[in-house]
C-alpha cells in the first residue's frame, strides 16, 4: 500500500516547496515537469521555492498526455538524475510526471493547479496512446501540495468536474459490491467507504461549491484526494471508477468533442445510479447544484453519442465487471434510461 508522507492543502503553498523537498530528504537536482499554459503561475513560485532552499532543478514542459511523451521525461530524469520529480499542473501534466518518475524509481510530488479529478492524489494514469485512453497503475505521490489560492484562479468549470468525479463514487461503490457479490472480487470495506465519504463529503457542500471560497476549494480538494488514497489502499482504481467511468471513457471515444472527465462522469452517474435503483434524483439535484452538466447538451454532445457510449462502455474495460453486466445495455434499453433521467429529451 502507498501513501503519500505529506499532505499539505491551503494558502501559500508553492513557497514551502524547497523545504518540503528538505524535510522529505531529497538532496541536489529537481525535475519540475509542467505544462505551457502554468508555467508562469505556478512552476515558476516553485522553482523559487528550489533555489531558496539551495536545490538545483531541471525543467520539462509537457505538451500532450501520450505514451510518447512519456518516454521522453524518462529520457530527461536519465539524463538530470533528480532525487525527485515535481508534477506542477493540470491533470496531463501530473499523469505524465506520474508514470515517467514511477518507471524510472524516482518519488514525485503532486502539485496541482486545478481540482479537475482524482488524478492529482491517486496512483492510477489514464495515458493515450495506440488511439484509446486507458489507465494503469503508476505510484502514488509522495507528497501531495494543494495551493487553494492557485487553484480558486482557475475556471470554475474545472472544480464542478472535479465534483462530478467525486460524486461518480456513488456509483463506483455500489459496482464494486456487484462485482464483490456476483464474481467474488477482492472487496475492501475501509477503501469502499473512504470513496463513499468523499462522495457524500462533495453532496453534502454542493450549494458552497459554487461560490469559490476557501473552504469550498478544500472541501473538494480534500475529497479528491481521500479518492486517491482510496484507491491506493484497494491497490486499483476500483473504488472510484465503476460504469459511470466505463461511460464517459466511452464517450472520449465515440464523442467528436468530448466534455471534461468529470462532466462526463457526473451524467454518467446520474445514469448508472438509475440503472443500480438508486436515487439518481439525488445525484441530478447536487450536480444542478453545483452548475455541472446534467445532460448531453450541457455537455456539448449530441444524444446519439450517449447512446452510443451507453451500448459500448461494457467493452472498455471487460475485466471491469459493473451493472452493465458482460453484454451491455440494448440500444432500447440505452434510450430508456437516457430519457428518464432526462440526459437526453
Ligand atoms: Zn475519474
Redesign the pocket.
Known sequence: MQLPREVIVGGDVLRRVGETCHRLGFLGTTLVVTGPKVQSIAAVPVQESLRASGFKFQQVLVKDSSLSQSREVEREISKAKPTVVLAVGGGKDIDIAKLSSANKSVPFISIPTAAS???IASPVV?MKGHGKPYSSMAQAPIAIMADVGLIARSPYRLLASGCG?VV?KYTAVRDWRLAHRIRNEYYGDYAADLALMSARLVMRNANIVRTMSEASIRTVVEALIS?GVAMSIAGS?RP??GAE?LF?HALTRTAPHPAL??EQ?GVGTIMCAYLHGANWQLIRDVLRRIGAPTNSRELGIESQYIIRALTTAHKVRPDRYTILGEKGLTNEAAERVARVTSVIE
Do not use: L
Open positions: 479529478h482524482d488524478g489514464s468525479d461518480g479518492c482504481s472510484c471508477s467511468h464517459s472527465h468529470g462522469v
